[in-house]
């Protein structure tokens, strides 16, 4: 079932153990067919060397597997919380990278102090409590924090990037763990200095309607 899907997701993993994102078997991709609503995700625990799109699960909205004998994510009851109750967002990615995963640990949002962040987040990446991890309980957080963010930091957890599909989200947990790399990195030089937020609103909507090629 949902071959493309499979095929996409199998490779945002590739992405995110290419560019250090991921380490073992940590992090996990999901999206949702949006004809269907169902859900193509990661299985527990099963290294990237194995991992293969034929070995994903395809589950529904209740979290019933319909297609695959490995169990699902244990982060599952969280992508489908996302789901469920951002219509918006059809593909959710959860990593473990080292440099989010700094910001996470003392507790602090993202600023935004580049114009390829003001570009294309449009602001800052807001920070989430300490909640549960493997249920709804941070899918209840990341709803009532995230605003019209594509990303967030979960305090002492790690980021949480989504999408209208994979590429999109993909593209925020890339973007994310270099913006908070160069921020680590600048400390160390000196204090970080943010953009005016008139000028972020400016520099995302200039990003928005002229940045890539437009489909006709």
């Given at each position: 079932?949902?071959?493309?899907?499979?095929?996409?997701?199998?490779?945002?993993?590739?992405?995110?153990?290419?560019?250090?994102?991921?380490?073992?078997?940590?992090?996990?991709?999901?999206?949702?067919?949006?004809?269907?609503?169902?859900?193509?995700?990661?299985?527990?625990?099963?290294?990237?060397?194995?991992?293969?799109?034929?070995?994903?699960?395809?589950?529904?909205?209740?979290?019933?597997?319909?297609?695959?004998?490995?169990?699902?994510?244990?982060?599952?009851?969280?992508?489908?919380?996302?789901?469920?109750?951002?219509?918006?967002?059809?593909?959710?990615?959860?990593?473990?990278?080292?440099?989010?995963?700094?910001?996470?640990?003392?507790?602090?949002?993202?600023?935004?102090?580049?114009?390829?962040?003001?570009?294309?987040?449009?602001?800052?990446?807001?920070?989430?409590?300490?909640?549960?991890?493997?249920?709804?309980?941070?899918?209840?957080?990341?709803?009532?924090?995230?605003?019209?963010?594509?990303?967030?930091?979960?305090?002492?957890?790690?980021?949480?990037?989504?999408?209208?599909?994979?590429?999109?989200?993909?593209?925020?947990?890339?973007?994310?763990?270099?913006s908070a790399k160069v921020l680590i990195m600048a400390k160390l030089i000196g204090e970080p200095q943010t953009i005016p937020e008139e000028m972020v609103k400016v520099l995302h909507k200039n990003y928005v309607e002229k940045y890539g090629q437009k489909r006709r």
């Amino acid at each position: 079932m949902l071959e493309n899907l499979r095929k996409e997701v199998y490779k945002s993993h590739m992405s995110l153990w290419e560019n250090k994102l991921v380490m073992w078997a940590s992090a996990n991709v999901s999206t949702r067919d949006v004809q269907t609503n169902l859900i193509v995700i990661k299985p527990s625990g099963v290294s990237y060397k194995d991992l293969s799109p034929s070995n994903l699960v395809v589950v529904d909205l209740e979290g019933d597997i319909v297609e695959g004998s490995l169990k699902p994510s244990v982060d599952m009851a969280t992508h489908l919380y996302l789901y469920k109750h951002l219509p918006v967002v059809n593909a959710v990615i959860h990593t473990h990278s080292t440099y989010a995963c700094a910001f996470a640990a003392v507790g602090k949002e993202i600023p935004v102090c580049l114009t390829a962040m003001a570009d294309f987040f449009g602001d800052r990446i807001p920070l989430g409590g300490l909640v549960l991890i493997g249920e709804e309980e941070i899918g209840r957080e990341i709803v009532s924090k995230i605003g019209n963010s594509k990303a967030i930091i979960m305090k002492n957890h790690g980021p949480f990037t989504m999408g209208k599909d994979v590429r999109e989200a993909l593209q925020a947990a890339i973007s994310l763990e270099e913006s908070a790399k160069v921020l680590i990195m600048a400390k160390l030089i000196g204090e970080p200095q943010t953009i005016p937020e008139e000028m972020v609103k400016v520099l995302h909507k200039n990003y928005v309607e002229k940045y890539g090629q437009k489909r006709r």
